[in-house]
């Protein structure tokens, strides 16, 4: 059975059984030439939005008490994904192109949803351009914030089944997040079914899970902007940083916890590496 919203873990916590699967598809996507220092994005405009990742691309951090993540940080800024007119890009920085606004599940496995990227083949999907431009070690899924109260649940349920069979067959190791919130006036949550679809998935597929959700609920209007379905900003627009103040806001604490779920499956992935 999964685990409930109210008790899953914000960052996976990472068992015996599962570190064991993880080590064999790192593995695998390693013989497949996946990249270690590399990951990349699925989503819609939470995850293509300039205020996530993009700002620790090149130091514009607070880590506060979370100076233990400098390393991670210095791990996937060492490594290029592709230059663009001759401009070198990270993980944290690049426009992938398995994340863009206004997108539902579908169009992540649609063929052509993404017909104007010279970089894509015509009849590929945008994930499977991502996978293969990029060759990410790791893959960070949250999609369906486009798809509440819109997409059925088991079209949903299938779509998404779709992306992590995708990812995890190309070499990459799949992250599942929930969604945020997205309540009405009554206090109903129109999200939390399909959080309840993403949850099932995550257990079925030993998928490492990121409770994005989880870690909102604790924050003033649960870390989104009032009227809206997007993580909210400080008004000083500092997105990275990790003092208490700056934790009050959602991107801040997408920021941060993406950086946890990193730092914990890279302790995973690396342990041998870090022991030398």
């Known amino acids: 059975?999964?685990?409930?919203?109210l008790t899953a873990p914000i960052v996976p916590e990472i068992s015996d059984a599962m570190h064991q699967e993880l080590l064999q598809q790192h593995s695998f996507g390693l013989r497949r030439?996946?990249?270690p220092g590399v990951f990349s994005l699925v989503g819609d405009s939470i995850s293509s939005n300039k205020f996530f990742l993009k700002p620790l691309a090149h130091g514009a951090q607070d880590l506060g008490a979370y100076s233990g993540l400098e390393?991670?940080?210095e791990y996937y800024r060492g490594t290029t994904v592709r230059s663009v007119a001759g401009v070198a890009f990270n993980?944290?920085?690049?426009?992938?192109?398995?994340?863009?606004?206004?997108?539902?599940?579908?169009?992540?496995v649609e063929p052509g949803s993404r017909f104007w990227e010279p970089l894509c083949q015509?009849?590929?999907?945008p994930l499977q351009c991502e996978l293969r431009i990029a060759r990410p070690e790791i893959t960070l899924i949250m999609i369906g914030t486009n798809d509440v109260g819109v997409t059925?649940?088991?079209v949903y349920a299938d779509q998404l089944y779709r992306i992590v069979r995708r990812v995890q067959n190309y070499g990459s190791i799949a992250v599942l997040s929930t969604?945020?919130?997205q309540r009405n006036a009554a206090g109903v949550d129109a999200a939390e079914p399909y959080n309840q679809v993403i949850l099932k998935l995550s257990a079925q597929r030993r998928v490492p899970l990121w409770n994005f959700w989880r870690a909102l609920e604790a924050l003033p209007s649960q870390g989104v902007e009032p009227g809206d379905i997007h993580p909210n900003v400080p008004p000083n627009e500092r997105s990275t940083d990790f003092s208490s103040a700056g934790l009050q806001y959602g991107m801040n604490v997408r920021n941060l916890t993406a950086l946890q779920v990193l730092a914990a499956l890279h302790a995973v992935l690396h342990a041998q590496a870090a022991s030398h």
């Open 33 to 35: 030439g996946m990249r």
């Open 152 to 154: 059925s649940l088991p």
């Open 91 to 108: 993980s944290f920085d690049i426009d992938g192109i398995g994340a863009l606004s206004g997108w539902k599940a579908e169009h992540v």
């Open 71 to 73: 390393p991670v940080l």
């Open 122 to 125: 015509p009849r590929e999907t």
């Open 1 to 5: 059975m999964p685990e409930s919203l």
């Open 179 to 181: 969604l945020p919130a």
